[in-house]
């Protein structure tokens, strides 16, 4: 089955700030087959009409516009880097990389440790409780994230996904 065989459809909210090249999730749809992409492990998944966004978020894209999206998974990952102090009252002095990856079935919020992505709350934390709870956390693009991480544990690729 190739793309052309599907209906691609971007979801796209103006209150987040997404558009059809930088959307909140991408599903496809083949006569009464739908489904929907996971940004966390980067398969297709069986959706259903019950969690099929609302019309007026969904913007309908050609197989072009998803093949293009597909070979740019960065675009659907947002980083932060926190930088902490103990001159400040942190608990630690230290630059951490934080990455939310969502899908319509579940939301990973890690940050890099040592060697690798490990899950947090920070950033939902961040998110919902406001800039006063982790006044540092700032959004990064991925190179920025891979420079930091490099910088701080030497490791390089971590932002590959």
């Given at each position: 089955?190739?793309t052309d065989?599907?209906?691609?459809?971007?979801?796209?909210s103006q209150?987040?700030?997404?558009?059809a090249?930088?959307?909140?999730?991408l599903?496809?749809?083949?006569?009464?087959?739908?489904?929907?992409l996971?940004?966390?492990?980067?398969?297709w998944?069986?959706?259903?009409?019950?969690?099929?966004?609302?019309?007026s978020?969904?913007?309908?894209?050609s197989?072009?516009?998803?093949e293009?999206?597909l070979a740019?998974?960065?675009?659907?990952v947002?980083y932060?880097?926190?930088?902490?102090?103990?001159?400040?009252?942190d608990?630690?002095?230290?630059?951490?990389?934080?990455?939310?990856l969502s899908?319509p079935?579940?939301?990973a919020?890690?940050y890099?440790?040592?060697?690798?992505?490990t899950?947090?709350?920070?950033?939902?934390d961040f998110?919902?409780?406001?800039?006063?709870?982790?006044?540092?956390?700032?959004p990064?693009d991925?190179?920025?994230?891979?420079?930091?991480?490099?910088?701080?544990?030497?490791?390089?690729?971590a932002?590959?996904l």
């Amino acid at each position: 089955m190739n793309t052309d065989d599907w209906q691609y459809i971007a979801i796209v909210s103006q209150a987040a700030r997404e558009t059809a090249e930088r959307p909140g999730a991408l599903w496809r749809r083949q006569g009464d087959v739908l489904e929907y992409l996971s940004f966390v492990d980067w398969t297709w998944h069986p959706g259903t009409e019950r969690y099929f966004p609302l019309p007026s978020l969904q913007v309908t894209i050609s197989a072009e516009q998803a093949e293009e999206l597909l070979a740019d998974r960065q675009r659907f990952v947002k980083y932060w880097v926190l930088h902490e102090s103990r001159a400040k009252g942190d608990p630690s002095d230290g630059t951490f990389v934080y990455r939310r990856l969502s899908s319509p079935d579940r939301l990973a919020e890690q940050y890099f440790w040592n060697t690798e992505w490990t899950d947090t709350t920070e950033i939902h934390d961040f998110l919902v409780g406001g800039p006063h709870d982790v006044p540092d956390l700032k959004p990064i693009d991925a190179a920025e994230a891979e420079r930091i991480i490099q910088e701080t544990t030497g490791v390089v690729g971590a932002t590959d996904l």
